[in-house]
Nanobody, 128 residues
Framework: QVQLVESGGGLVQTGGSLRLSCAAS???????????LGWFRQAPGKEREFVAA????????YYVDSVKGRFTISRDSFGNTVYLQMNSLKPEDTAVYYC??????????????????WGQGTQVTVSS
């Protein structure tokens, strides 16, 4: 089992930026077994929504259309930390952001049910 801890959330004005971090820890085998890391978000009264994902092999990246050109997902050189750089934030980006990891190669990385490990979430609030 992989443990994930998010940080970097907060309150920002429309048009501002935030950088979320997610640190993965656990047994070395568990870390090396990660196929992809993803970010999801959930606003009050709404379903959990895919935001972005990055594969550990090849660093292929995937984004939901609403954040393309504004958000960037990346990993550190060791592969244990994933980042979500969020620019040009909008009030509709307000949500709790969750980091997730999957051990499985997937045809689509946007299905939250395919992820095995989750962080506790970090609140992002964008004021208008």
């Amino acid at each position: 089992q992989v443990q994930l801890v998010e940080s970097g959330g907060g309150l920002v004005q429309t048009g501002g930026s935030l950088r979320l971090s997610c640190a993965a820890s656990g047994y070395s085998f568990s870390i090396f077994s990660i196929n992809a890391l993803g970010w999801f978000r959930q606003a009050p009264g709404k379903e959990r929504e895919f935001v972005a994902a990055i594969t550990t092999s090849g660093d292929n990246t995937y984004y939901v259309d609403s954040v393309k050109g504004r958000f960037t997902i990346s990993r550190d050189s060791f592969g244990n930390t994933v980042y979500l750089q969020m620019n040009s934030l909008k009030p509709e980006d307000t949500a709790v952001y969750y980091c997730a990891a999957t051990n499985r190669p997937l045809l689509s990385y946007s299905d939250y049910r395919k992820y095995d490990s989750w962080g506790q979430g970090t609140q992002v609030t964008v004021s208008s």
